[in-house]
């Protein structure tokens, strides 16, 4: 099993401080307008509704309920570790989350679409997306060797989930753009963090 290159994880948290460090700079409050205008340029009635779905698809219950069935079908297979590691990077993830937001206190966008609660920075929906469907295309493989063959298909499912999910949170007026950016950033890492030392524990017989 292949880990993640150590710089790729470092060079993703260099660049989420820096945006921290500027996300209120003209450059990027440019760049945020600008994202907002072309999802209003391009709403709809249809949009409205998919954008709501994918708000509650891509709650953080929703994929602890994908999560638990998960573990279930890993135990089955006997790799429990793959099941756990899902698991565990989600809640773990949530955390960091929470604590980004607390420390940042960026607001949200003043015209959101209907009432979201806490800060914007980053966005929990992008990293919770971006850690959860990276895990499970990696665990798929682990579980079930022969979906290698279809590795490019799931590589594919996993950035357009994380994608549409991220991008309904600009299209609801929720999070800024730079939210979204800083959220995959972290995703990736914590994602990268937490294979990396599921695969050492494991490589090591401790999981």
Request: net charge positive.
């Amino acid at each position: 099993m292949k880990k993640n290159n150590w710089i790729l994880i470092f060079t993703s948290i260099f660049l989420f401080v820096i945006l921290g460090l500027i996300y209120d700079s003209k450059m990027i409050r440019s760049l945020d307008n600008s994202a907002f205008k072309f999802f209003e340029f391009i709403r709809t009635d249809a949009l409205d509704s998919f954008c709501y779905f994918l708000r509650d698809f891509g709650s953080s219950k929703m994929y602890l309920t994908f999560a638990v069935i998960v573990l279930v079908y890993s135990i089955i297979r006997k790799r429990i570790w793959t099941g756990l590691s899902l698991i565990i990077t989600l809640l773990t993830a949530r955390v960091v989350v929470s604590f980004l937001k607390d420390l940042y206190e960026r607001p949200r966008p003043s015209s959101m679409y209907y009432v979201e609660s806490g800060f914007s920075f980053p966005s929990g929906h992008a990293v919770m997306a971006t850690s959860f469907f990276l895990t499970l295309g990696f665990i798929l493989i682990v579980i079930q060797p022969e979906m290698m063959k279809h590795k490019k298909m799931i590589q594919f499912i996993v950035l357009l989930m994380i994608f549409l999910i991220s991008m309904s949170r600009i299209y609801l007026h929720v999070h800024h753009f730079s939210d979204i950016i800083a959220g995959w950033l972290v995703g990736y890492a914590w994602y990268s963090i937490c294979k990396n030392v599921f695969i050492n524990l494991h490589e090591r017989k401790q999981l």
